[in-house]
């Protein structure tokens, strides 16, 4: 399951978010070093259910709507020099190692630092997570580079000595080869002399990597209550390439918990919501949801699953994909129509989507078949988003 990590220094709404999209009790209070511990939960990212295409009866979404499952780590809150293991800084980048992506979440209206500069809480998370990449290559590169420099290439292979070692000492903190080879694409460095790097060259390295492995989204919170400045230092981030999402998770969370209690009709993601129980209301909470549905008018939602969706779909580069054993009823052995729904890496194969399911299946593979249009495709054929694949194995 791809895990996300929900990042931010105290106070600026994490616990908030993670209990708005997992509906699990933690604690919120507006004091520092609320979560202690990470908190690990289940969310959902939201895509179009073909079922509606199909005109088949799927009961594993609502109407027509598909709620995917992913991790979130709602991890502690960040303070400066955390990679020196400041505050909780130590619990906080071993919680990173597990993440695909990250949520930053700052306080759009600057309450939360004496600066009140939204835009500077971006850079310093970025910072943060650099200074501790490069903090675990410095303490090895010696070592490391002379290793690599006395390594011969594989001559069969892309593979440079330089790749296989950092590939080998970053594997902890979730960097694969591919993106190590992708960061030093992007740079001029010589990686047949790794001995000759300087440090400035292994602070870049750490920057590019940090920008590949742990890609992030800006969730710009509390925009109910933010000024126009704040805002303004915000839309800044954005010309130089970075995703903010205005979010309020505290109206997510009340139209979630409104929702839970039969109260009104709300799906994650939605603009709007329907009141079911209007004489259960009081007067304050119905001022309360009014105030709710302006937000929602203004930016279209609370911004929340939107978050999740463009980590997983647009920073992840991730699919939907959905296997079938019957590819005429689009069922399970058992009858379940689109029984499955299966995060995948955009361009990987049905023969990929084998090994997802089980790794007999995947071992055992002999083809695929196109639920829509009946065809074989073969093992590499690769899979698009929205897929109906069934898969023929020896096992």
């Not at 306080?107 to 009140?116: L, R």
Request: hydrophobic share 40%; aromatic share 6%; proline share 4%.
């Amino acid at each position: 399951m791809i895990s996300i990590a929900l990042a931010g220094k105290p106070n600026v709404g994490k616990s908030s978010f993670f209990k708005a999209a997992t509906l699990i009790d933690v604690e919120i209070a507006s004091y520092p070093f609320t979560t202690i511990d990470a908190n690990h939960g289940m969310s959902h990212v939201r895509t179009k259910c073909p079922c509606k295409e199909l005109k088949v009866n799927c009961k594993n979404c609502i109407d027509g709507d598909r709620f995917v499952p992913v991790e979130l780590i709602d991890v502690a809150g960040l303070v400066p020099d955390a990679h020196k293991g400041k505050g909780l800084g130590n619990e906080f980048l071993d919680n990173l190692r597990q993440a695909k992506a990250i949520i930053h979440i700052i306080d759009a209206s600057g309450g939360t630092d004496a600066e009140g500069n939204p835009a500077d809480d971006v850079q310093f998370l970025e910072r943060e997570i650099t200074m501790w990449l490069h903090g675990i290559i410095k303490r090895h590169w010696t070592r490391l580079s002379r290793k690599a420099h006395l390594k011969p290439r594989l001559q069969a292979s892309s593979r440079g000595p330089i790749e296989q070692v950092l590939a080998e000492l970053l594997a902890g903190v979730g960097t694969d080869e591919t993106q190590i080879k992708i960061a030093l694409h992007n740079m001029t460095l010589d990686v047949d002399k790794p001995t000759n790097w300087s440090d400035e060259d292994l602070m870049k390295f750490a920057d590019e990597i940090r920008k590949i492995s742990k890609p992030m989204i800006i969730a710009a919170n509390k925009i109910d209550i933010a000024p126009d400045e704040c805002i303004q230092q915000l839309r800044s981030l954005e010309k130089e390439g970075r995703t903010i999402i205005q979010t309020s998770a505290v109206a997510e969370l009340a139209l979630r918990m409104a929702d839970k209690k039969g109260l009104i009709a709300y799906l994650p993601g939605d603009s709007d919501f329907q009141i079911k129980a209007v004489d259960e209301l009081s007067g304050a909470q119905r001022e309360g949801l009014e105030r709710i549905r302006t937000l929602l008018k203004i930016y279209g939602g609370t911004g929340i699953q939107l978050c999740i969706n463009k980590a997983v779909f647009e920073l992840l580069d991730h699919i939907v994909v959905y296997p079938v054993e019957d590819e005429n009823k689009f069922t399970d052995k058992n009858g379940n129509v689109l029984p499955d729904a299966f995060l995948m890496k955009r361009g990987g194969t049905a023969h990929d989507l084998a090994y997802m399911i089980h790794t007999d299946l995947g071992a055992g593979f002999l083809y695929a078949v196109d639920a829509r249009t009946k065809c074989r495709v073969a093992e590499k054929h690769v899979l698009e988003d929205g897929d109906i694949i069934k898969i023929v194995s020896t096992k």
